[in-house]
């Protein structure tokens, strides 16, 4: 593998007739590494992680996945893959034990040995008290939780997940989270999409912000928080009366504080080291807030000040 890299990318590009899906990205992941995939709708996201799937054909740049190349050793490359699907694909009408069973087969595992693997699986997805239930009438997060189990049942070096929490409640959020976490520390490469920032900031050793079809930051969250935004952020609201002309009279005279400015239709955010040096400077000028806050950077920031505000359809 190039550099020890378990995926190696390079101009790797993904058009659909004349629409540029993926425009020339380069990156690589690293073994035992849990790296993400970050961007607005049509960024291209899925459309990468479906080449590194061996899913999607590659239109033209370099592309090497356990130093393979997915043109010629696809079946190979997909054999040490597990897939999590953004929408579960669980045949409803089996037992819990029986989705892993069934599907375990398909990788040509012995029917002694997928029970093996399955009922530890269920012991570390808590779900083995459900083993023989149906699945159809188990809760989102618990069908989640099953479909991640489905897809480690053949042991991959390589798990891809597309958006792992979606739909899920807090608490179930935070057990995938823990499984996920477990899995890195027993030196599985984890591949994740999502839309929550949080949750790539839990996850992720490094990500990709992605927009248009190319990668606008890469880095460990951390230092992308340091790099493209402040210390803190001030949000202030003001009445709605008066809001548009207080903002635009504050927003110039705290230059010297502040980084930058946004005036959103809601709120005014003010983007500093010192927040609650903001925050005394805007009293100063005898304007009162109806509600302020001040909060640390966070990878939101970042992902919006990278892509901007506005919805892509």
């Not at 034990?97 to 693997?117: P, T």
């Amino acid at each position: 593998m190039p550099n020890g890299q378990l995926v190696h990318a390079r101009a790797l590009k993904k058009c659909f007739g004349p629409f540029t899906a993926v425009d020339g990205v380069d990156f690589d992941i690293a073994a035992g590494e849990s790296f993400g995939f970050l961007g607005p709708n049509g960024a291209g996201k899925t459309s990468t992680m479906r080449m590194v799937s061996c899913m999607s054909p590659v239109t033209s740049g370099t592309l090497r996945v356990f130093g393979l190349d997915p043109a010629t050793h696809g079946a190979e490359i997909r054999s040490r893959i597990g897939l999590v699907p953004q929408e579960d694909t669980l045949d409803l009408q089996l037992t819990v034990l029986d989705n892993l069973v069934v599907y375990g087969r398909y990788f040509d595992i012995s029917r002694r040995e997928v029970r093996r693997r399955a009922q530890q699986l269920l012991e570390f997805i808590q779900l083995a008290e459900r083993a023989h239930e149906l699945v159809e009438p188990l809760s989102g997060g618990m069908k989640r939780r099953l479909t991640i189990a489905r897809a480690l049942i053949s042991e991959p070096d390589l798990l891809i997940l597309d958006e792992p929490t979606t739909g899920l409640d807090p608490q179930a959020r935070h057990l995938v989270w823990d499984r996920l976490y477990r899995l890195k520390q027993q030196g599985v490469t984890l591949v994740v999409t999502t839309h929550y920032m949080d949750e790539a900031e839990q996850l992720c050793d490094r990500l990709v912000i992605m927009d248009s079809g190319r990668i606008a930051a890469e880095g460990p969250p951390h230092q992308l928080i340091d790099r493209f935004s402040t210390r803190e952020v001030v949000e202030l609201r003001f009445a709605a009366d008066h809001y548009g002309r207080l903002a635009a009279e504050l927003a110039p005279r705290l230059d010297g504080l502040v980084s930058r400015h946004e005036v959103l239709p809601d709120r005014l955010l003010l983007y500093a080291d010192d927040g609650e040096a903001v925050v005394e400077q805007v009293h100063r000028y005898g304007m009162a807030p109806e509600r302020t806050l001040v909060r640390r950077s966070n990878l939101e920031d970042v992902f919006l000040y990278l892509t901007g505000r506005s919805l892509v359809e």
